[in-house]
């Protein structure tokens, strides 16, 4: 259950309402990360214009590290966590909360591998927003890649999900290896890599739509053996 990403691939979860405009926080957010290269930006999810002038983004910097950022009317507001915080060709466990503020201390970003507890890391840089939150209503929410396509994830995405507010550790350790459990997530996506749309579990029918982002091998989370998906919202039911 993962989805591995490159060139123009991308998942677009489209914009509706419950998921517009929480990027300046509260928000939280998790996921499982495999990173085959981490010396070029690359989004994990985000919703933001192609222009990336409204929105929000989680996503690799150009260090093999993690970042959050959210666009504001004069100055963005964004944190990074220190070089090398990510393993390459590792599953690593990330989530990242953020309290509505201005300032870039609100944003906290935390990985873990293997069965280490999940940690808040380190950081490079950060920078306090300065203006308003321009809205993003009309941005898609894209997994994988920035809206235009032009800045993938290069490697493997697995079970992200986001909130309207603040998780606690303990509820991301509770769903990190149970596939598909959103605990109030508005959106909760494994990634089965076995259709488009990837179904989005959270109850609130954000599925995918995919374009590129083969299935992966190996994922770190649930088996690679037949099983059936009932798509939410009377969908159909998908096998593989």
């Keep these: 259950m993962a989805r591995s990403f490159t060139g123009t691939d991308l998942i677009n979860c489209g914009s509706a309402a ?10 939280g957010g998790c996921g499982w990360l495999y990173l085959t290269t981490g010396t070029t930006a690359g989004r994990m ?4 214009d192609a222009g990336v002038t409204s929105g929000w983004e989680f996503a690799v910097h150009s260090n093999n590290n993690i970042y ?34 201005l300032l870039a201390t609100d944003i906290h970003l935390y990985a873990a591998v293997g069965a280490a507890a999940l940690a ?16 993003d209503a009309t941005n898609d929410l894209i997994i994988g890649n920035r809206a235009n396509g032009i800045q993938p994830l290069l490697g493997r995405l697995a079970e992200q999900r986001i909130w309207n507010r603040i998780p606690t550790l303990g509820e991301f350790e509770e ?43 190996h994922p770190p989370v649930g088996r690679m053996v037949p099983y059936k998906v009932k798509m939410p919202l009377g969908g159909q039911t998908v096998s593989a």
Excluded: C
């Excluded at 419950?18 to 928000?27: A, E």
């Excluded at 599925?207 to 083969?214: I, K, L, M, P, R």
């Design 120 to 135: 808040e890391l380190s950081y490079s840089e950060a920078q306090d927003g300065v203006g308003a939150y321009p809205s």
């Design 45 to 48: 999810i985000a919703k933001q």
């Design 68 to 101: 959050y950022s959210d666009m504001r009317a004069t100055t963005n507001r964004y944190r990074i966590s220190t070089n090398g915080s990510i393993s390459l060709n590792t599953w690593t466990y990330t989530a990242f909360t953020v309290a509505s503020s």
């Design 175 to 217: 769903v990190r290896w149970r596939s598909g459990i959103a605990l109030g997530a508005i959106g909760s996506w494994p990634l089965y890599g076995i259709a488009t749309p990837e179904a989005d579990l959270s109850g609130n029918g954000n599925n995918g739509t995919v374009a590129g982002a083969s299935a992966a091998a």
């Design 18 to 27: 419950n998921l517009d405009n929480i990027g300046p926080g509260p928000i």
